[in-house]
């Protein structure tokens, strides 16, 4: 088999784009690490730069690629799951903290509804797009799904809620420490709302107390968000 | 490990299967995991294990394991973002305004809410 008639083989397996995948979080994880976790060398922004940057490279479309990388993606649901492994862990202190989650939830909810779109429309983003930033701190299925509904687009909202939670991620170490807010509980409640499971991957590094309320915070909001969303939506575009 | 990854994924199964035919708002591995959370307590009460035996089981560690690289599974929905530059492209600066700017406030309005509801009722902070 030429060179050429190889890649051509390979380019279009699951294997190759998968095993493409995992070097590439590799090579991240290993910067993260050398950076002793430094929040501004984000591993899966780094992967996904590099990934992407292979695929621009070569020329290969998103339905190749993730016909490997799939593999990897379903392990989002399992995983999410796994995570009632360290709340059960801590459920004591789930439990002692009750009042402080809901009232966060809610007063977090809201803020991340309103100020996404309140920021966008003040800046001339056309209503189909409101609509899709709406729900950008929910999980992706979630959000899509509300997107959907409310006639936004629902791979924007996807896109939006991958790089809100990279932003949440990269940015909640800094600013809570600059803050000198020393409660893990409440440090991990607040980036598990506003950056989802990016966010809990990113307070899995820094504490595992963080990384329970994250998890909680995560499918709280995306319960809150499905409900509140069509209303605050229409009080603040008027219907749709 | 395949036991314990068994479990997660009935776990799993059985919260898409609650949410698809309750209508629930909520994503099945939520639920999922809140159906794990229910069965390790009822477990506990039934035959009690400690938290080190937790730690060395099979679901033990592969939650452990699997969590330990949670970041690697957005790696594919991420790259799908490039789809998308040339919408985003059109309106991009003022959705990175919006973006950074609610996610800033959020956290910001979350943290303080929850610290302060914490203080009212005379709780300590956690540590890490």
Same mark, same amino acid.
């Given at each position: 088999?030429s060179?050429f008639r190889?890649?051509?083989?390979? !380019?279009?397996?699951?294997?190759f784009?998968?095993?493409v +995948?995992l070097?590439?979080?590799?090579?991240?994880?290993?910067?993260?690490?050398?950076?002793?976790r430094?929040?501004?060398?984000?591993?899966?922004l780094?992967?996904i730069?590099m990934?992407?940057s292979l695929?621009?490279?070569t020329?290969?479309?998103y339905?190749?690629?993730?016909?490997?990388?799939?593999?990897?993606?379903?392990?989002?649901?399992? =995983?999410?799951v796994?995570?009632?492994?360290?709340?059960?862990r801590?459920?004591?202190?789930?439990?002692?903290?009750?009042?402080?989650?809901?009232?966060?939830?809610?007063?977090g909810?809201l +803020?991340?509804?309103v100020? *996404?779109?309140g920021? *966008?429309?003040?800046?001339g983003?056309?209503q189909?797009?409101l609509? !899709?930033?709406?729900p950008? !701190?929910?999980t992706?299925?979630?959000?899509?799904?509300?997107?959907?509904?409310l006639?936004?687009?629902p !791979?924007?909202? #996807?896109?939006?809620?991958?790089?809100t939670?990279?932003?949440?991620?990269?940015?909640? +170490?800094?600013?809570f420490n600059?803050l000198?807010i020393?409660d893990? *509980? =409440?440090?991990?409640? #607040?980036?598990? %709302? *506003?950056?989802?499971?990016?966010?809990i991957?990113?307070a %899995?590094?820094?504490?595992?107390?963080?990384?329970?309320?994250?998890?909680?915070?995560?499918?709280?909001?995306?319960?809150v968000?499905?409900?509140?969303l069509?209303?605050?939506?229409k #009080?603040?575009i008027?219907?749709? | 490990?395949?036991?314990? &990854?068994?479990?997660?994924l009935f776990?799993?199964?059985?919260g898409?299967?609650?949410?698809?035919?309750?209508?629930m708002?909520?994503?099945?591995?939520?639920?999922?995991?809140a159906?794990?959370?229910?069965?390790? /307590?009822?477990?506990?009460?039934?035959?009690p294990?400690? @938290?080190?035996?937790?730690?060395a089981s099979d /679901? $033990?560690?592969?939650?452990? $394991?699997?969590?330990?690289n949670?970041?690697?599974? &957005?790696?594919?929905?991420?790259?799908?973002?490039?789809?998308?530059?040339g919408?985003?492209g059109?309106h991009?600066?003022a959705?990175?305004i @919006?973006?950074?700017?609610?996610?800033?406030?959020?956290l910001l309005?979350?943290v303080? /809410? &929850?610290? @302060?509801?914490?203080r $009212?009722?005379g709780?300590?902070?956690n540590?890490?």
């Amino acid at each position: 088999m030429s060179p050429f008639r190889l890649w051509v083989y390979l !380019s279009t397996t699951p294997l190759f784009w998968l095993t493409v +995948t995992l070097l590439c979080w590799l090579v991240a994880d290993d910067c993260a690490r050398r950076s002793k976790r430094n929040p501004l060398v984000n591993p899966v922004l780094l992967a996904i730069v590099m990934v992407a940057s292979l695929l621009y490279a070569t020329g290969t479309d998103y339905q190749t690629y993730f016909n490997g990388a799939q593999f990897v993606h379903f392990i989002l649901g399992p =995983a999410t799951v796994a995570l009632g492994v360290p709340f059960y862990r801590n459920f004591g202190l789930v439990r002692r903290n009750v009042w402080p989650m809901l009232v966060a939830l809610l007063g977090g909810s809201l +803020t991340a509804i309103v100020s *996404a779109v309140g920021i *966008a429309m003040l800046m001339g983003v056309p209503q189909p797009v409101l609509v !899709s930033i709406a729900p950008k !701190s929910v999980t992706a299925g979630v959000a899509m799904a509300i997107s959907q509904d409310l006639g936004g687009i629902p !791979s924007l909202t #996807a896109a939006m809620v991958m790089v809100t939670g990279v932003i949440g991620a990269v940015m909640v +170490t800094p600013l809570f420490n600059a803050l000198k807010i020393k409660d893990f *509980a =409440a440090r991990g409640f #607040a980036v598990g %709302l *506003a950056s989802h499971g990016i966010g809990i991957a990113r307070a %899995l590094n820094v504490s595992p107390v963080a990384a329970v309320f994250a998890g909680i915070a995560m499918g709280m909001n995306a319960l809150v968000t499905a409900l509140i969303l069509p209303a605050v939506l229409k #009080a603040l575009i008027g219907g749709h | 490990m395949i036991r314990g &990854f068994a479990l997660l994924l009935f776990c799993q199964l059985m919260g898409e299967i609650c949410a698809r035919t309750l209508n629930m708002p909520v994503p099945g591995p939520v639920l999922g995991l809140a159906f794990l959370v229910a069965g390790l /307590l009822g477990w506990n009460r039934f035959r009690p294990f400690n @938290a080190a035996q937790l730690t060395a089981s099979d /679901l $033990g560690r592969v939650a452990d $394991g699997v969590l330990g690289n949670l970041a690697l599974f &957005f790696v594919p929905a991420g790259v799908g973002v490039v789809q998308y530059l040339g919408l985003i492209g059109a309106h991009g600066l003022a959705l990175a305004i @919006a973006l950074i700017g609610s996610t800033l406030l959020t956290l910001l309005v979350t943290v303080y /809410l &929850f610290i @302060a509801v914490k203080r $009212g009722l005379g709780m300590e902070d956690n540590a890490p």
